[in-house]
C-alpha cells in the first residue's frame, strides 16, 4: 500500500556531497520509523541511518558525521544527504519504511522498500 521512489544518486568524487531523496505514495508517511540501506556488489545490505516518527535519528557508526537523514511529513519525503564521500560509500541506496518494530538497523523491522538509487564515488 505504500510505494516508495528513490531518486538522487549519481557519480561523485570522493569528498562530494549527494543528496538522496525518498517519495512516498499510497499512505503518508508520519506515523512510520524510515530508514535508508545500502548494498554494495556482491555484499549483503546494510544499515546506514534511520529516523523515527518522533524525530530520533540513528546512523551506523561509518556514516556518523558525514550523512544526515531529514523527513517532510507534509511533503511525503524522506532525504538523506551525504557529505564527505568516501569510495567505501559506493553502494545502491534503498529506502525503507516500518510501522512497527524497535531494532531499526534490522531488515526485518521494514515493510516497503523502494527500489534503489545508485551511488558511486570515485578515487
Known amino acids: 500500500q505504500v510505494q516508495l521512489v528513490e531518486s538522487g544518486g549519481g557519480l561523485v568524487q570522493a569528498g562530494g556531497s549527494l543528496r538522496l531523496s525518498c517519495a512516498a505514495s499510497?499512505?503518508?508517511?508520519?506515523?512510520?520509523?524510515m530508514g535508508w540501506f545500502r548494498q554494495a556488489p556482491g555484499k549483503e545490505r546494510e544499515f546506514a541511518a534511520a529516523?523515527?516518527?518522533?524525530?530520533?535519528?540513528y546512523y551506523t557508526d561509518s556514516v556518523k558525521g558525514r550523512f544526515t537523514i531529514s523527513r517532510d511529513n507534509a511533503k511525503n519525503t524522506v532525504f538523506l544527504q551525504m557529505n564527505s564521500l568516501k569510495p567505501e560509500d559506493t553502494a545502491v541506496y534503498y529506502c525503507?519504511?516500518?510501522?512497527?518494530?524497535?531494532?531499526?538497523?534490522?531488515?526485518?523491522?521494514?515493510?516497503?522498500w523502494g527500489q534503489g538509487t545508485q551511488v558511486t564515488v570515485s578515487s
Open positions: 529516523i523515527t516518527w518522533s524525530a530520533f535519528t
Open positions: 525503507a519504511a516500518a510501522l512497527y518494530g524497535s531494532n531499526w538497523s534490522s531488515e526485518a523491522n521494514y515493510n516497503y
Open positions: 499510497g499512505r503518508t508517511l508520519s506515523s512510520y520509523t
